[in-house]
């Protein structure tokens, strides 16, 4: 499984506490553990036929470069009708910035979207999944890190999104069904 994770900036705050994003991340491994252990199956919470990242992802997704303003990114994702942009400076992946990015860290921050770069608001860790890799491998990692989408990277080039909605296609069933299910939640904190 590959994970990349890119931090540019310090640590932002949380908006789940780690005492609480901890059991979240345990409740989310005893899931894909029971959902492993009921189908019998060691090495996969999902059976998606053998079938790989590359066969369901959208390949060449727009990307944005991190000094966009926001307020391109925005309207990008009104024009796709996506809920993330993937943010890529000379080719590499640096960053994804989400409709609830541009929501907690400039509208409610009073940032202003016509001057305010990407960068800024984007999200810096990111976890992606290689092409080559497995739709379980896929779904487990949307549902370790609670997303509904991964960038697919290639030798450190972004070549596609895969989202649980393909996933789903690719690999429908129940398992699948519960693991999208839990991935769409919503966290709450105490």
């Not at 990008?76 to 960053?95: A, F, H, K, T, Y």
């Not at 016509?114 to 080559?132: D, F, K, L, M, R």
């Not at 990692?141 to 609670?146: F, R, S, T």
Request: zero cysteines.
């Amino acid at each position: 499984m590959m994970s990349i994770h890119f931090r540019k900036q310090p640590q932002r705050s949380s908006l789940l506490p780690a005492a609480i994003s901890s059991p979240i991340s345990a409740l989310v491994g005893l899931l894909i553990g029971y959902v492993l252990f009921r189908r019998g199956r060691p090495n996969a919470a999902v059976s998606a036929a053998g079938k790989r990242v590359d066969q369901a992802m959208t390949r060449d997704p727009r990307s944005i470069a991190p000094l966009t303003p926001v307020s391109d990114a925005a309207r990008l994702m009104r024009s796709e009708n996506v809920g993330s942009v993937p943010v890529v400076e000379d080719g590499r992946l640096v960053g994804m910035v989400t409709d609830r990015d541009i929501a907690l860290r400039l509208v409610a921050e009073g940032k202003d979207a016509q001057v305010t770069p990407v960068a800024e608001v984007a999200s810096a860790e990111i976890v992606a999944v290689g092409p080559e890799q497995g739709l379980d491998s896929a779904l487990q990692l949307m549902a370790q890190h609670q997303v509904r989408r991964l960038p697919v990277v290639e030798n450190d080039r972004l070549v596609g999104i895969v989202s649980q909605a393909d996933v789903a296609k690719e690999a429908p069933g129940p398992p699948t069904a519960m693991v999208v299910e839990e991935i769409s939640q919503p966290t709450q904190a105490a």
